[in-house]
């Protein structure tokens, strides 16, 4: 089976602040969607940035065969959310942002603003495959892309610039111990028997400290000496799948000129075990071609397709 995760781009319908303007770029968007999904043949894709539950149904009509999906009733300001389409059945275990209960609110700006739950909500499910029960959770956490009062995305001055860089960060640290306490729930202390998959736009690489927060207890990953050598981490450890991309594909946005890989996928010891392969974008073909974005977002508004790739792996 195949698992993957993309940020679909602003997927509104036309004529909203966001999404395209009008009927024709919306229709060549979804074209460059559905021709990638119909490519990657997934048994399950998480989802990212879906403006309007009715802009997926378009999408998804726009599809060969039967699909099951589901959405997060938790967007944010600007409707995007997260879900999942499966070409299996499936159940709604979680549907959630608030933060662990240990976890004190985190500053948001400068007034002071405290924020005690993620922008987005995480959506966790379980599906029936052939190998077992297989748990997902999808999330979107808090972007690199700084933005200031007034809508502004350029800084007054530099000490504005690293205040709300630090609130960024701040948040995305948050969300991704919430992830983590999810993660925890689904693997109930059993990820060497459970299939479970945490995956979406971690806004960060992989080494970054909240990408690392999410791994769980340290060691054994992928092309460390420690991988082959069961230890007591195994049972509650996430692993990256990134080390299993080949090299010239690591990578599932360019920002700047500059290739990034921010959308992940982290799989169970069980699941870990069985990757086949991984990779980035259509199988076979890689990311090539996805456009370099800037650090203003209004001018891809009604650009085709996506400015990220999808990840994806291979299971037996």
């Not at 060969?64 to 300001?77: E, V």
């Not at 029960?133 to 700084?146: Q, T």
């Not at 370099?292 to 994806?312: F, I, L, M, N, T």
Request: net charge negative; charged share 25%; aromatic share 6%.
């Amino acid at each position: 089976m195949l698992i993957g995760t993309w940020n679909l781009e602003n997927l509104y319908r036309p004529g909203g602040p966001f999404g395209p303007k009008d009927k024709a770029a919306y229709e060549t968007k979804l074209a460059a969607l559905a021709e990638v999904i119909a490519a990657l043949d997934p048994t399950l894709l998480g989802v990212q940035e879906v403006g309007e539950p009715e802009a997926l149904r378009d999408l998804v009509g726009m599809l060969d065969g039967d699909w099951h999906t589901a959405l997060s009733r938790h967007p944010d300001s600007r409707g995007i959310r997260v879900g999942f389409l499966s070409r299996a059945p499936f159940e709604v275990l979680h549907d959630t942002k608030g933060f662990p209960a240990k976890l004190r609110p985190v500053q948001a700006d400068d007034k002071g603003l405290l924020v005690s739950e993620a922008g987005r909500g995480f959506l966790a499910v379980e599906v029936a495959t052939q190998g077992g029960p297989l748990r997902a959770a999808v999330c979107h956490l808090k972007s690199k892309l700084l933005s200031y009062p007034g809508g502004r995305f350029q800084p007054r001055d530099e000490g504005e610039r690293a205040r709300f860089g630090a609130y960024a960060l701040f948040r995305r640290a948050a969300e991704a111990a919430s992830l983590r306490a999810l993660a925890d729930e689904l693997l109930d202390g059993d990820g060497r028997e459970r299939d479970v998959v945490v995956l979406g736009d971690l806004n960060d690489e992989v080494q970054a400290a909240t990408t690392q927060i999410l791994l769980g207890p340290p060691g054994s990953e992928l092309g460390t000496p420690g991988f082959d050598r069961p230890d007591g981490g195994d049972a509650a450890r996430l692993w990256n799948v990134a080390p299993k991309i080949p090299a010239e594909q690591r990578f599932s946005r360019v920002n700047s000129g500059r290739r990034e890989l921010i959308d992940h996928l982290l799989v169970s010891h069980r699941l870990v075990r069985r990757v086949t392969v991984a990779g980035t974008g259509v199988p076979g073909e890689g990311a090539a071609g996805l456009p370099s974005v800037g650090g203003d977002p209004v001018e891809r508004r009604g650009a085709a397709g996506s400015d990220h790739a999808p990840v994806w792996v291979r299971v037996d």
